[in-house]
Nanobody, 126 residues
């Protein structure tokens, strides 16, 4: 599986962006997908995930109510709609894909994700 992320950019605080991650392959619907981000000097952290087997979605606390993860299996694409952006959302955002079955909590870590996109920069100015 190859992942291609896009949609990053520079936006003012309070603005919106939609990230897209296009995946190659014919079994996209059986992959759990996630967005991670990494700010300078910080560890990579999960932002949101959608688990293929249950349809469950997960958001880290700092983005709940502002970000929405969604997927279009017909287009092999996962999205991250980001609203009410804050300067602290500034980071490189990565999409990731995981196959197989895992406990829900395991999907909230980087470990089950075998495939990663190249990252797209999101910069939020104050």
């Amino acid at each position: 599986v190859q992942l291609q992320a896009s949609g990053g950019g520079l936006v003012q605080a309070g603005g919106s962006l939609r990230l897209s991650c296009a995946a190659s392959g014919r079994t996209f619907s059986s992959y759990s997908m996630a967005w991670f981000r990494q700010a300078p000097g910080k560890e990579r952290e999960i932002v949101a995930a959608t688990i293929w087997s249950s349809g469950t979605t997960y958001y880290t606390d700092s983005v709940k109510g502002r970000f929405t993860i969604s997927r279009d299996n017909a287009k092999n694409t996962v999205y991250l709609q980001m609203n009410s952006l804050k300067p602290e959302d500034t980071a490189v955002y990565y999409c990731a894909a995981a196959s197989g079955y895992h406990s829900s909590s395991y999907y909230y870590t980087p470990f089950p994700y075998q495939y990663w996109g190249q990252g797209t920069q999101v910069t939020v100015s104050s």
